[in-house]
C-alpha cells in the first residue's frame, strides 16, 4: 500500500472540494478548502517526501497552466486527470506527467467508447494511461458515472469490467463519489470489492480520515490497493497530519 497524494485544480486554484456537488446548475460547489499556495508548492513538497502516483486533477476549464506548473516541478513524479482527450494528451506527457487520467473521454454518451480508448492507447502508450473508474452505486452494483460525476455510465464496475479495462492501461483509479471529500469514512464494500477484482496498480480515493481509517483501509484493501487522502490533511485544511500519512506508508 503506498500513499498517492492529490492536487485538486479549481480556478486554477489548488483547493479541496466535494466532487458530488460540482457540474450542477443551481447548486452551490461545496469548497473544503482554498489553498494559498500554488500547484508548485504541493509538487516539490511531494518529491522531497518522495511520493509517485500522485494525481493533478484539473476540475474544468481555467486550469491548464496550474497544472503545467505542478508537472514542471515534479517531472515524472505526477499524473495528470480532467478534460484528457487524445488530442491533448501527449502535451501533458510532454511536460512532464508520468500518466494522464481519463474517464469522461473514453466513457461517451453512457457507454464505453472503445474506439476513443485504442486512439487514446495509440497516442500516449498504455504504460502512460490510468483509467479513473470512480463509481456511485445503484441497485446494489457499482457504475461508472463521468461528467464531473453527474451521469451515470452503463458501465457496471465488477470483476469481468476491470479485467477488460486492466489490458487498456497501466493503472486504475477509483474516487468512491457519494464518499469523496466528506471525511466521514470510506466505502469499506468497494475497497474489499476492489481489492478481490483488482490486478494492476489501483488507487482508491474517498473517505479516509484518520489513521485508524488507514490501517482499517490496509486491512480491507489486503495492502494491494493504494490510497488517496485529500480534505482531511492538515495541508489542506484537516486533521491528519500529512507527515503521520506518510510515515505510515512507507
Not at 486554484?13 to 500547484?39: C, M, P, R, W
Amino acid at each position: 500500500m503506498r500513499f498517492r497524494p492529490c492536487i485538486d485544480l479549481h480556478d486554477g486554484k489548488v483547493k479541496q472540494i466535494v466532487g458530488s456537488t460540482l457540474g450542477h446548475e443551481n447548486v452551490a460547489v461545496v469548497e473544503n478548502f482554498t489553498s494559498q499556495y500554488d500547484s508548485s508548492y504541493y509538487a516539490k513538497m511531494f518529491a522531497n517526501d518522495q511520493l509517485t502516483g500522485g494525481h493533478v486533477i484539473m476540475l474544468g476549464p481555467g486550469n491548464e497552466k496550474a497544472a503545467l506548473v505542478a508537472l514542471q516541478a515534479y517531472p515524472g513524479g505526477l499524473q495528470v486527470g480532467g478534460g484528457i482527450t487524445a488530442d491533448n494528451a501527449k502535451q501533458y506527457i510532454d511536460a512532464g506527467a508520468s500518466h494522464v487520467i481519463v474517464t469522461s473521454y473514453i466513457f461517451h454518451d453512457g457507454l464505453l467508447d472503445m474506439e476513443r480508448l485504442h486512439k487514446l492507447v495509440h497516442t500516449v502508450g498504455k504504460d502512460k494511461l490510468v483509467i479513473d473508474l470512480s463509481c456511485r452505486k445503484r441497485d446494489d452494483k457499482w457504475f461508472v458515472v463521468t461528467d464531473k460525476w453527474t451521469k451515470f455510465s452503463d458501465f457496471e464496475v465488477n470483476a469481468q469490467s476491470i479485467r477488460m479495462i486492466e489490458q487498456y492501461c497501466d493503472e486504475l483509479l477509483i474516487h468512491a463519489v457519494d464518499v469523496e471529500g466528506k471525511r466521514s469514512g470510506m466505502q469499506e464494500e468497494l475497497v474489499q470489492d476492489l481489492a478481490e477484482w483488482t490486478t494492476i496498480p489501483t488507487t482508491y480515493a474517498g473517505g479516509v480520515r484518520s489513521l485508524e481509517d488507514l490501517r482499517k483501509f490496509e486491512l480491507l484493501g489486503r495492502g494491494k490497493l493504494h490510497v488517496t487522502i485529500g480534505s482531511a490533511l492538515d495541508i489542506f485544511g484537516g486533521d491528519l497530519r500529512y507527515d503521520d500519512v506518510v510515515a505510515y506508508c512507507k
